[in-house]
């Protein structure tokens, strides 16, 4: 249920009236409808001129955490980005912004300037959405803001390993998330996570092990996402159980992700339920476990 009241005022554009609307019905929906068990976290409302800080507040209390790409709406200047952000984050919304090139038709080169100024809680695809920054660039936002940095699958990949290169070099691997950016023109990949970790540890020279973190703790704390991504008492059981792949190089599961080979998901439990058995996207496991009667 959307009230009235937490959308409408009176004499507002309709358009920013319907963005609030959006934002807060996909929320609600997918808090509620959970395919297989999945938590989705939905309703991004993109940055329009005419936002105040009384929307921010609203959209919080209707549950909505999450801002989308700023630079992919009417904002895309530092200033107004920034201001806007601020009031997000002064209500526990968590945020992005566009960086690189242009993606879609109404968005706008991002660079670092405009990065840096807006400040936001995560440098969306640093390596680009898919066109990325000058390396000049991509250094200045390294090496200047504290923000999460992340590394997606529809981006420059050579640019994905710079960025992980300057982050280990500052001992910064903790900004260091991992997305795919899709859906694109790419497409969408339902292995984009596991094909960027694997790719990171088999050309970046980083441990596996540390890459399976930019893709769940790393992410957890960014979003204050308390009750998941680690495997640790009080948290969801939310658990995926993967070996190394069948006939593939390596001697265990890390050995080969760190060859570049995609590990195999022989199960997936969520909330402590197992939802799927052995995966038909990923080679087939060495090993897949059992549930065994109590």
């Keep these: 249920?959307?009230?009235?009241?937490?959308?409408?005022?009176?004499?507002?554009?309709?358009?920013?009236?319907g963005l609030k609307a959006l934002a807060i019905a996909a929320q609600r929906t997918f808090s509620n409808f959970r395919p297989n068990g999945m938590k989705i976290l939905a309703g991004a409302p993109i940055l329009e001129p005419g936002l105040t800080e009384e929307d921010f507040r609203s959209l919080a209390e209707a549950g909505v955490t999450l801002v989308g790409e700023v630079g992919l709406g009417g904002v895309k200047d530092g200033p107004t980005g920034r201001k806007m952000i601020a009031w997000a984050r002064k209500y526990g919304m968590t945020s992005m912004t566009h960086t690189g090139g242009p993606s879609l038709p109404g968005s706008g080169r991002i660079g670092a300037d405009v990065v840096l100024e807006?400040?936001?809680?995560?440098v969306a695809h640093v390596n680009g959405g898919p066109t990325a920054l000058p390396e000049a660039e991509i250094r200045q936002i390294c090496e200047k803001g504290s923000r999460a940095l992340e590394i997606v699958h529809n981006g420059n990949l050579r640019t994905g390993l710079f960025v992980l290169d300057l982050a280990r070099q500052r001992g910064?691997?903790?900004?260091?998330?991992?997305?795919?950016?899709?859906?694109?023109?790419?497409?969408?990949?339902?292995?984009?996570?596991?094909r960027t970790l694997t790719m990171l540890a088999s050309l970046g020279g980083i441990a596996p092990e540390v890459a399976?973190?930019?893709a769940s703790g790393n992410t957890v704390r960014v979003r204050g996402l308390d009750d998941r991504g680690i495997i640790e008492v009080g948290r969801a059981a939310d658990l995926i159980f993967m070996d190394q792949a069948i006939g593939g190089a390596g001697d265990g599961?890390?050995?080969?992700v760190a060859l570049g080979n995609l590990p195999?998901?022989?199960?997936?439990?969520?909330?402590?339920?197992?939802?799927?058995?052995?995966?038909?996207?990923?080679?087939?496991?060495?090993?897949?476990?059992?549930?065994?009667?109590?």
Aim: aromatic share 2%; glycine share 12%; with cysteine.
């Design 253 to 256: 599961l890390l050995d080969s």
């Design 264 to 294: 195999g998901i022989g199960m997936v439990v969520i909330d402590g339920e197992v939802r799927t058995g052995r995966s038909r996207n990923t080679p087939p496991a060495m090993r897949v476990p059992e549930v065994l009667a109590a």
């Design 118 to 122: 807006v400040d936001a809680d995560i």
């Design 212 to 214: 399976f973190c930019f």
């Design 1 to 17: 249920k959307i009230s009235a009241g937490e959308v409408h005022t009176p004499g507002r554009p309709r358009d920013l009236v």
């Design 172 to 194: 910064e691997l903790s900004r260091v998330i991992l997305g795919t950016d899709s859906p694109a023109g790419s497409g969408v990949q339902p292995l984009g996570i596991l």
